[in-house]
């Protein structure tokens, strides 16, 4: 029986007594679909049906991006008294969802009393991309782990390939710093710790190296595959709005179409929105219909946050963001002076 | 009367101008504006200037939308800390404009297409010799191509 495995089990027991008991309304968790390689989220509700969640090595997807609207506060009065009580929310947590779920608490968008989070110390996800670029033509018909934490493929022929984890998790899981969940009600698997602290400093400056006009070319080459679906703003769990700028159309703040011009400002925009507060979970990467990397801006802002202010999102739940806070003593020397 | 004179020519790189847009808040910095004028100091014509309640009034996308409508550079303005009307809107400020600094740089944008600066209501003297810099910076960069939208 694989790590894996165990932790499926325990997890299924932990939900059940969780619905049994009457401690949360819903789970949140993952179930496995037709398609290999893959997941979809599952919303439990009763504990007869516990045996469908799974826990596998594509449980990539940030269950924490459908807890807000369980929470939204109501818009008027009226809606105030039909409006059901908010449940009580059971939920998976890797160590990004974990970090999300705080950034959600520290931005009052999730109540911590409505939720029980069951957290699972995370190897690392897949990211199908990568796993189908190994595989190349080969279809996979079906997945799983074996004891050393590898993928096996089962492939069109019917037999077996192995993919070296480490080769097929997704890019925010090499860079992730925590893969152990720090906020938790109850932890299942042994603790893991990160592969690489510095990775994503790594990336930043494998970029930053580069001369200005190769990173304006190369900036835009990668926007020029955009296609201005939205799905990183749907995606992420942060970008909670009820009323997102995209949306608006008096005034309409940025041209929808793939004018490079408003597809860079786009992508700005979005960086700074996410600055300080992306968790860096990778959703919006996996959103992704063209294969952008989404999380080359956020990357650095969120480095930038952290130097200039010494603060990383979704550490803990009490903290004030940085972008909601300021100094006297802030550093200034960008500003101009005669 | 046929017209005899020709009209200067208005575009072309020989008399190309820069176009920099100013926000500047209303309590400081616009008020130092003021009395750059009323004090005749000259500085240049090429800003527009446009007023704002507060520096912490401006999001970072009014800057990138100034740029991609055909600014060849951007200037905010605001109090200093500590002289702020509403307390703290520049404190507020001052992180989201470091952030699109560091932003535009990391994108190899020019970062001297956006400034940033505190004006008092009393520096006139200092404004003039602000906007004297970044028109000269604007300048000497040639117009903003990388960021503007093509009508």
Known sequence: MTAGHEIETRLREVAATLLCDKKVDLFLGYEKTSLPLRTTPLFLTSADEVERLAWNPFCAANLAVYLPRF?????????????????????????????????????????????????????????????????GEQEALGAG???????????EDGSEVTLRRDLVVADACLECRSPTPALHDALLGSPVEAAETDAARRRTAEFESKPPDVRWARFQEALSKCIRCNACRQACPMCYCKDCLLDQTR?????????????????LVRALHMAGRCTECGACARACPMGI???????????????????????????TPAMSAFAMDDPQEFLTEP | MAQTQTAPPTTGPATWQPKVVAFLCNWCSYAGADLAGVSRI??????????????????????????????????????????CHYISGNLAARRKFALLKDLLLYV????????FTWVSASEGGRFA??????????????????????L
């Open chain 1, 71 to 135: 929470f939204r506060a109501p818009a008027d009065a009226r809606e105030a008294k039909t409006q059901p009580p908010a449940p009580t929310v059971g939920m998976v947590v890797k160590g990004c969802d974990a970090r999300t779920v705080t950034a959600l608490i520290q931005e009052r968008q999730v109540p911590r009393d409505k939720l029980v989070l069951v957290g699972v110390a995370c190897p690392g996800m897949v990211d199908i991309r990568k796993a189908e670029r190994v595989l």
């Open chain 1, 251 to 267: 005034p309409r703040w940025i041209g929808a179409g793939t004018d490079l011009s408003d597809v860079t400002v786009y992508h």
């Open chain 1, 145 to 155: 782990e074996d004891g050393q934490g590898n993928i096996r493929v089962v492939v």
């Open chain 2, 129 to 150: 010799a602000i906007i004297d810099k970044v028109v000269e910076q604007a300048r000497r960069l040639g117009p903003n191509r990388k960021l503007v939208k093509p």
């Open chain 2, 42 to 83: 000259q500085y240049p014509p090429n800003v527009r200037i446009i007023r704002v309640p507060c520096s912490g009034r401006i999001n970072p996308l009014f800057l990138l939308r100034a740029l991609q409508n055909g600014a060849d550079a951007v200037l905010v303005s605001g109090c200093h800390p500590g002289d």
């Open chain 1, 293 to 319: 990397d989404t999380r080359l801006l956020v990357r650095k802002m969120n480095q930038e946050v952290e130097d200039l202010y010494g603060y990383q999102p979704g550490q803990a739940a009490d903290a």
């Open chain 2, 108 to 115: 190899g944008l020019e970062p001297e297409r956006v400034q």
